[in-house]
């Protein structure tokens, strides 16, 4: 009985007609989505064989949400969201329907991979944002939003495990074309299901204000406050320092234990059970309240992670330590997803989200170069354990920040009812 009821609790963002929907469309995209990146990442280091150049592919995919993320968050707090989501998934579904004519026909070169990288790089800056400050509009419980996040994470991370596992065989056995054909037609999935929303009008936010001046309000509200800030600056250094490790696991999979596209394909499915994991066991949690402890723990499991990864030579213990990674990156960042959503205002709820989406994706490429780099010049194992080392001092420092973070976010749990008021405690009357 408490078990089931445990269930229900996890699955409560599914009573919101258009998140339900939301959520059947994205489970099967996403799908094809982590196909496309195993099947691109496996035909560039089959191309090139090539640290750098794996490094080099993943950086231009996602450089533009470095210059265009900020921007595009002023945007996304003018105008239609669910509207900029049905482009954006137009345009990507174009993107993968012409990664596979280009593997069917033997036209595919490292040119081609990289400039539709660079396409779907531009769309990502636009639809992550949009996608983020859209959750909060379908969703018809305020309080279901961190159970919302939660679920998401798990669909991400549900797709993580079964995508790779699915591409690492097809690869194998027919090529990557299918995988990018199959990831194509899994948009018609989530573009139905936003289609199918029954979405209340949404008049575009005029303002008298340039997009430049807006950008500037937003930096400020981020910077004036300790807590976003150091959620941020945690997320951005374990991005640029520690999640590029998916882009050497190619290298990992065929140089360091010694396999093939299988290999790789089981290593990426095991990092998504990690992370499927601590999706479920965020969705289980009742309330947002002690996400900031999480967030440094998971920063330091991560760290932890990726130093053993380093060391390991074994494919089995390897598999178990990219559970461990998997845990640690997304309870990271979907805690920090929660906390963000939840206390930022309103009316900046687009612009908060965009940086968010530089912390992750726009500084994530810088990393992806940079590990290339470094990997190509020190080895693959040095760099992962200087990597986990890093994030690692990351996590210390956000445990010395935590006490500040914590009397910012008080008032505003109060304010929206997470935590109770504070009692006032009246003067005795005199005595006599």
Same mark, same amino acid.
């Given at each position: 009985?408490?078990?089931?009821?445990?269930?229900?609790?996890? *699955?409560?963002?599914?009573?919101?007609?258009?998140?339900?929907?939301?959520?059947?469309?994205?489970?099967?995209?996403?799908?094809?989505?982590?196909?496309?990146?195993?099947?691109?990442?496996?035909?560039?280091?089959?191309?090139?064989?090539?640290?750098?150049?794996?490094?080099?592919?993943?950086?231009?995919?996602?450089?533009?949400?470095?210059?265009?993320?900020?921007?595009?968050?002023?945007?996304?707090?003018?105008?239609?969201?669910?509207?900029?989501?049905? !482009?954006?998934?137009?345009?990507?579904?174009?993107?993968?329907?012409? *990664?596979?004519?280009?593997?069917?026909?033997?036209?595919?070169?490292?040119?081609?991979?990289?400039?539709?990288?660079?396409?779907?790089?531009?769309?990502?800056?636009?639809?992550?944002?949009?996608?983020?400050?859209?959750?909060?509009?379908?969703?018809?419980?305020?309080?279901?939003?961190?159970?919302?996040?939660? *679920?998401?994470?798990?669909?991400?991370?549900?797709?993580?495990?079964?995508?790779?596992?699915?591409?690492?065989?097809?690869?194998?056995?027919?090529?990557?074309?299918?995988?990018?054909?199959?990831?194509?037609?899994?948009?018609?999935?989530? !573009?139905?299901?936003?289609?199918?929303?029954?979405?209340?009008?949404?008049?575009?936010?005029?303002?008298?204000?340039?997009?430049?001046?807006?950008?500037?309000?937003?930096?400020?509200?981020?910077?004036?406050?300790?807590?976003?800030?150091? !959620?941020?600056?945690?997320?951005?250094?374990?991005?640029?320092?520690?999640?590029?490790?998916?882009?050497?696991?190619?290298?990992?999979?065929?140089?360091?234990?010694?396999?093939?596209?299988?290999?790789?394909?089981?290593?990426?499915?095991?990092?998504?059970?990690?992370?499927?994991?601590?999706?479920?066991? *965020?969705?289980?949690?009742?309330?947002?309240?002690?996400?900031?402890?999480?967030?440094?723990?998971?920063?330091?499991?991560?760290?932890?992670?990726?130093?053993?990864?380093?060391?390991?030579?074994?494919?089995?213990?390897?598999?178990?330590?990219?559970?461990?990674?998997?845990?640690?990156?997304?309870?990271?960042?979907?805690?920090?997803?929660?906390?963000?959503?939840? !206390?930022?205002?309103?009316?900046?709820?687009?612009?908060?989200?965009?940086?968010?989406?530089?912390?992750?994706?726009?500084?994530?490429?810088?990393?992806?170069?940079?590990?290339?780099?470094?990997?190509?010049?020190?080895?693959?194992?040095?760099?992962?354990?200087?990597?986990?080392?890093?994030?690692?001092?990351?996590?210390?420092?956000?445990?010395?920040?935590?006490?500040?973070?914590?009397?910012?976010?008080?008032?505003?749990?109060?304010?929206?009812?997470?935590?109770?008021?504070?009692?006032?405690?009246?003067?005795?009357?005199?005595?006599?």
């Amino acid at each position: 009985m408490a078990s089931t009821i445990a269930w229900g609790r996890s *699955l409560r963002a599914l009573r919101s007609r258009n998140y339900r929907l939301f959520f059947a469309g994205q489970s099967v995209s996403l799908i094809g989505t982590w196909m496309t990146r195993l099947a691109m990442s496996w035909i560039v280091y089959q191309l090139t064989d090539s640290a750098f150049l794996l490094g080099l592919t993943s950086f231009v995919g996602q450089i533009p949400a470095f210059f265009v993320a900020p921007i595009a968050g002023v945007w996304l707090d003018r105008w239609n969201r669910h509207r900029v989501l049905v !482009i954006t998934q137009v345009l990507a579904m174009i993107q993968s329907l012409a *990664l596979a004519i280009l593997a069917f026909t033997g036209w595919i070169n490292l040119w081609w991979v990289i400039g539709l990288a660079l396409m779907q790089g531009l769309i990502n800056a636009f639809d992550m944002p949009a996608r983020q400050a859209f959750v909060i509009e379908m969703i018809e419980e305020r309080g279901d939003l961190g159970n919302a996040i939660a *679920l998401n994470s798990s669909m991400v991370n549900g797709a993580k495990l079964v995508g790779p596992a699915i591409a690492g065989v097809l690869v194998a056995t027919a090529g990557a074309g299918v995988c990018f054909l199959i990831d194509g037609l899994s948009y018609i999935a989530v !573009i139905y299901s936003l289609l199918a929303m029954r979405v209340a009008p949404v008049e575009p936010r005029l303002s008298r204000k340039s997009a430049l001046e807006e950008l500037g309000e937003g930096w400020k509200y981020v910077v004036q406050s300790p807590a976003i800030r150091s !959620i941020l600056l945690l997320l951005a250094l374990t991005s640029v320092i520690g999640m590029p490790y998916t882009v050497l696991m190619p290298l990992i999979a065929a140089e360091i234990l010694h396999g093939g596209a299988h290999t790789l394909g089981f290593l990426m499915a095991m990092s998504g059970v990690g992370a499927l994991a601590s999706a479920i066991g *965020l969705a289980l949690r009742k309330t947002v309240i002690g996400l900031g402890k999480r967030i440094g723990i998971s920063a330091a499991v991560f760290g932890g992670g990726l130093i053993l990864l380093g060391v390991s030579r074994s494919l089995t213990i390897s598999l178990l330590l990219m559970v461990v990674t998997g845990f640690g990156m997304m309870q990271q960042m979907a805690a920090s997803n929660t906390i963000l959503q939840t !206390i930022a205002a309103d009316d900046k709820r687009g612009r908060v989200m965009s940086f968010y989406t530089l912390s992750i994706l726009g500084m994530n490429p810088i990393g992806s170069l940079l590990a290339g780099a470094v990997a190509a010049r020190i080895g693959v194992p040095v760099t992962m354990i200087g990597a986990g080392a890093i994030c690692l001092a990351g996590a210390v420092w956000f445990r010395w920040k935590l006490p500040e973070i914590r009397r910012v976010i008080r008032p505003i749990y109060q304010e929206l009812g997470i935590l109770p008021q504070p009692v006032e405690v009246l003067p005795a009357p005199p005595e006599g």
